[in-house]
């Protein structure tokens, strides 16, 4: 069973934008908290932003001014809204539910597929 969808990748040049979107299969997402991860080549995935159910935001600070993390909880979506892409934006962007630890953020369910962005300068 597929646990979640995500879309809205593709390839831009410096300065341009994209709209990450990740559809959710849970009955309970109104109640789960929601992250976008990215995985550049080499790299470790980590979280870029994250929306706790109550609505609050969190933000990498290489995400801050540029992404917006929001939330849809009638079609069980989240997106990730990315502006002033940058080549080191370059990247599979996965989304997944998350949990607070004392240790920050961590993914609590299952990965997807991702989608590709592409930044070139």
């Known amino acids: 069973q597929v646990q979640l969808v995500e879309s809205g990748g593709g390839s831009v040049q410096t300065g341009g934008s994209l709209r990450l979107s990740c559809e959710f299969a849970a009955r309970e997402f109104i109640v789960s908290s929601h992250g976008w991860y990215r995985q550049a080549p080499g790299q470790d995935r980590e979280l870029v932003a994250g929306i706790a159910y109550g609505g609050h935001t969190n933000y990498a600070d290489f995400a801050k001014g540029r992404f917006i993390i929001s939330r849809d909880g009638a079609k069980k979506t989240v997106h990730l809204q990315m502006n002033d892409l940058r080549p080191s934006d370059t990247a599979v962007y996965y989304c997944?539910?998350?949990?607070?630890?004392?240790?920050?953020?961590?993914?609590?369910?299952?990965w997807g597929q991702g989608t590709q962005v592409t930044v070139s300068s």
């Open positions: 997944n539910t998350i949990r607070w630890t004392i240790n920050g953020w961590v993914p609590a369910g299952s």
